[in-house]
Structure formats: C-alpha cells, structure tokens
C-alpha cells in the first residue's frame, strides 16, 4: 500500500482531569459515574450526541438477563420518570425495555448531576504514552484535533479504540480464525397491534402462524444470512423492536466492511417489513419507525490483561476475590457465525451456569500499560465468556467497578493496577452492591 506522512504538529491540551472515560455506552457510563460519585474529576468523550451507546443509539431492545445492579435500577426509574414518555406507557419503560429517546435524557441528567464534564462529537483518534503509561488521549473533533490529559483513562469504546491506539494486545474475535460475531443494524417499527402480534424473543421461539411457524418462515423468505425472527415489544404504542438483520464475516474495526454492513442491513430491512406485513398477524400495516445510528457490533478486540475471564468460570458461578462486578447473569449467547440463528456447536446449551458470577478487577487491567483500564465488552475474556459478559447490565456493572477503581487511583496518586482492591469493595458496597 502507498502512504503518505502525516505532518508533525503540536496540539493543545484543553483539559486535565483524574478520569477520562472514552465512550458512553453502558460501560462509559457506569465509569463515569463509579469514578465522579466517589470524588474523582471526571470527563467523558464521547464520538455521538447522546449517552446510552447500544441501548440508546444502538436501539437495543431491552438489558438482557438476570443480572443485580442498584445503578441500573436507578437508571430505570429515571427513565420512567421522563416527561418525554407518553404517560399511558411509561409504566412498561420502567423494566428493561428501552425506551431510546427517554434514557438518553436520563442518563445524561445523571452524569451531570455527578459533576462529570461531557463532551459530544468527540472520537478517539490515538493515545498519549510515556515510558508504558497512558498519560492521556488524542480527540479529534469539529475543533480538530486535541489532548486530554488524565490519571487514568478508561475504555468503554466498545471495541478499544483507545487501548488498541495505545498499543495495548488484543486478539480480535475467536483466536483461531479471528471471526467474531454478526452485526445486526437494529430498527424499530411502528402500526403493530400489540394485542394481536407475536413477540419471538429467542432464535428458539417457535410460534405456529396461519401461514406456517414463524422461525421457517423467517429462513424461508428472508434474504441469506438474514432469517430469524427476533421481535419486542417497544415502551411506545405500536412499536417493536426488530432484531432482524444479520451480516457475518464483519470486522467492525474496519471501515469498509462497517460500510459494506450497513449497506447490506439498510437492504434487508426492506425485505424484513414486507415480510412481517405479508406472514405475521399484527404487522399487516407495520413501516419503519427509525434504524439505529450505526449498526450493532457484537464483538471485536478481546485485550491481553491480567486475567481472562472463561467460559468455566462463568458456569462455575465464581466469586472471585478482586471482584469488582458481581451477580451478574445471562447465558452464552453466541449467535451462527455462519448464517442466522444460534451457534451451530450448541454452545448455549452445552454451557449453562449454575448462578451469579462476578467479574475480577484483574480482567481490566491490561497486561503491559498503567494509566489505561478497560471497561465493558473489551475486557479480557475468551469468545464464549464475552457472548455471556457483553449484555449491556454486566457491562454497567464492569464499568462502575472500574470507574470507583480509578478514582481511588487518583485520590491516592498511584497506578490504578496498585489500587487495593478491598477498598473498591468497600466503596462499591455503599453503593449498595453485595458480593
Ligand atoms: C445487535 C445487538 C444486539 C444486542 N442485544 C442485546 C440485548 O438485547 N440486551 C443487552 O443487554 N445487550 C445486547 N447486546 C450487547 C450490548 O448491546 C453491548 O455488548 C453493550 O452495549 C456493550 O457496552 P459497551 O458500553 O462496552 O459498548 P457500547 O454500548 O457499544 O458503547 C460504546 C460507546 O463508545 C462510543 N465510541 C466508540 N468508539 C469511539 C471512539 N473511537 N471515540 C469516542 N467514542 C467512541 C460509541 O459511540 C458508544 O456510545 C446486543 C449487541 C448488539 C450489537
């Protein structure tokens, strides 16, 4: 390939703060406020215009699983408390359907109110790093490009932007191919009749229709690799969620194949709404509502840190002792790498665990650079442990773990890896979290 040399240049730093948090998805917002309510100075970039990430952005349908989780309980009822709700249906927004619009709203009042500073339109475009210490990152914006200095920086970018930019190692997807999960372009839609719809929440789901059971259906008469029906019901009238879309061989820290996806998911779409009106009663005049602002990674870098995180501990139901996020629960959702539907290999039955597990701070720490902790589905864990962690929940729940971890790092003006983990214990269960 040619190239070109980029020309030297000093930038500016415009900010200096305890705790950067790279990313405002589940992960960036549990660290953001893990670290700003236990008194760190707090900044949160974040490339977007709004909070939430895959649960607002993203237009997830719902926070999956079993997991305990006091912040998200308060996220919830914050969400429910939105005037921006219709008030005859904010009753259901109070669970773990999303409402998008009325949790961006939400969360963003509760960053501010813990004093974090956030700034919008902002992407990580490298990292400052100085004898194997992150001391800061590189944004660039519509001001262009600048440095934010900071103790520690956490990556909640999902994919590890930050890290990878700092030269951090990771293993991208399955270590032996590096395949990593399909890509799916959420959309919801509206002019369902919720009384008469079917909801097919798993791959599992299978519901006898007039026209033949829904799931056939579906890899009868959607285009390759799309086919499974996966449909929920939205906290707004006459809306669903739809799951649909499905593109494999994705490497989402690609620009050309996230193109590509988009492309591919945006045609599908077309197929998926004349589908439903045609086979599915309660859809006969359903259209298009909005699609999400980029579509759904479900897995990239998996960082080296100082532990990863297994399947075996998962069914185990460890309570490690450096936990920092725990009763956590979900299965092992690995979707076809190959096509729709479920993991050919029965992966999600084969593992099944025996309760809630918790998340060692070990996981977040990489392997050969200070001042950087990883935070959400980036941390280190095999392919099979991430398709369990990476559900938005656990991912809150990591963050806040990490993010109450770096401000003790910078209360005590040491490396966050030197934090005594009993005291990030200690914190985390006045916020109300048991082991
Ligand atoms: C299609 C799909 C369906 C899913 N279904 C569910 C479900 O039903 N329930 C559930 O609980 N989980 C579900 N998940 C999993 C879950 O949504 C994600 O794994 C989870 O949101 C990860 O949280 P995160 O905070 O680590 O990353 P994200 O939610 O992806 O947040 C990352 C944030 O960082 C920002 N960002 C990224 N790169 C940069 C950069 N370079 N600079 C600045 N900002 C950046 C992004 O804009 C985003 O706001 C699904 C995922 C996908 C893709």
Redesign the pocket.
């Given at each position: 390939m040619q190239t070109r040399l980029e020309k030297e240049k000093s930038l500016p730093i415009v900010a200096e703060v305890d705790v950067l948090v790279?990313?405002?998805?589940?992960?960036?917002v549990g660290a953001a406020l893990g670290a700003a309510r236990n008194g760190a100075k707090t900044m949160l970039?974040?490339?977007?215009n709004c909070l939430?990430?895959?649960?607002t952005?993203?237009m997830?349908?719902?926070?999956?699983?079993g997991t305990e989780s006091p912040l998200l309980d308060e996220i919830f009822a914050r969400t429910k408390a939105s005037p921006l709700l219709p008030p005859a249906t904010s009753e259901r927004a109070a669970g773990w359907a999303t409402a998008h619009e009325a949790q961006k709203t939400a969360l963003q009042e509760l960053l501010l109110e813990a004093g974090v500073t956030l700034q919008y339109h902002?992407?990580?475009a490298g990292a400052v790093v100085e004898a194997g210490c992150v001391k800061g990152v590189i944004t660039e914006s519509k001001s262009g490009r600048e440095v934010i200095l900071a103790h520690t920086v956490i990556d909640?970018?999902?994919?590890g932007?930050a890290a990878a930019a700092a030269g951090a190692e990771f293993v991208l997807g399955r270590p032996e191919d590096n395949v990593c999960q399909p890509?799916?372009l959420?959309f919801r839609i509206g002019g369902v009749d919720h009384e008469r719809a079917a909801f097919p929440g798993s791959f599992e789901s299978r519901i006898d229709l007039p026209k033949g059971e829904i799931q056939t259906l579906g890899h009868e008469h959607l285009p390759f690799p799309a086919g499974h029906v996966l449909l929920y019901p939205a906290p707004l009238p006459g809306e669903v969620c739809v799951?649909m879309t499905n593109v494999i061989g994705i490497d989402g820290t690609s620009v050309r194949d996230l193109t590509r996806a988009e492309i591919v998911c945006r045609e599908q779409m077309v197929r998926i709404i004349r589908f439903l009106r045609e086979f599915v009663p309660g859809y006969e005049n359903c259209y298009a509502v909005t699609s999400a602002s980029n579509v759904?990674?479900?897995e990239t870098r998996h960082f080296k840190a100082l532990y990863e995180l297994t399947e075996f501990d998962i069914v185990e139901a460890k309570l490690f002792d450096d936990w920092i996020a725990t009763r956590n629960l979900f299965n092992f959702d690995i979707h076809s790498l190959k096509g729709p539907g479920l993991d050919e290999h029965g992966a999600q039955h084969k593992f099944r665990s025996k309760g809630k597990y918790s998340i060692p701070f070990r996981c977040c720490i990489p392997q050969k650079l200070d001042g950087l902790l990883l935070?959400?589905?980036?941390i280190d864990g095999t392919h099979k442990a991430h398709s369990n962690f990476?559900?938005?929940?656990i991912?809150l729940n990591i963050g806040q773990g990490v993010g109450t971890a770096a401000a003790l790092a910078a209360r005590h003006k040491i490396a966050a890896r030197d934090v005594d983990v009993r005291e990030v214990q200690k914190l985390l269960m006045q916020a109300g979290i048991q082991p």
């Open positions: 790279a990313g405002g998805g589940p992960a960036g970039i974040e490339q977007a939430g990430g895959m649960a952005s993203g997830m349908s719902h926070w999956c699983g902002t992407r990580i909640a970018t999902g994919d932007d890509v799916t959420m799951n759904g990674v479900r935070s959400g589905r980036n990476r559900v938005m929940p991912c």
